[in-house]
Nanobody, 122 residues
Framework: VQLQVGGGLVQAGGSLRLSCIAS????????MDWFRQAPGKEREFVAG????????YYADSVKGRFTISRDNAKNTVYLAMNSLKPEDTAVYYC?????????????????WGKGTLVTVSS
């Protein structure tokens, strides 16, 4: 089970932090990713982090603006979003994958959060 918190409405240029709290499994066994889906578009990869938090990887569209991190003691993964743009408006999902490495495809994820809406106004 993955509980997502955070999200909401922010003006362009602003910041938000999303959190995803997992329960029921050994959190550190999983690579954690964030995906997003904008209205009328397919779900897309945003950022990912390895099991111990050393490996991080990002979509080009968010590189330098978003930061993914995790706290395995708290079973939580975070997405800090800065310099937000209207095109960042989407439902954001956290997801967990049992396979190691740079995992960035929806088909490779084993578990999904329910999503949280981020709206960036211009």
């Amino acid at each position: 089970v993955q509980l997502q918190v955070g999200g909401g409405l922010v003006q362009a240029g602003g910041s938000l932090r999303l959190s995803c709290i997992a329960s029921g499994r050994t959190f550190s066994d999983y690579v954690m990713d964030w995906f997003r889906q904008a209205p009328g578009k397919e779900r897309e990869f945003v950022a990912g982090i390895g099991r111990i938090g050393v490996l991080t990887y990002y979509a080009d569209s968010v590189k330098g603006r978003f930061t993914i991190s995790r706290d395995n003691a708290k079973n939580t993964v975070y997405l800090a979003m800065n310099s937000l743009k209207p095109e960042d408006t989407a439902v954001y999902y956290c997801a967990a994958a049992s396979r190691p490495g740079n995992v960035r495809y929806s088909r490779d994820m084993d578990y999904w959060g329910k999503g949280t809406l981020v709206t960036v106004s211009s």
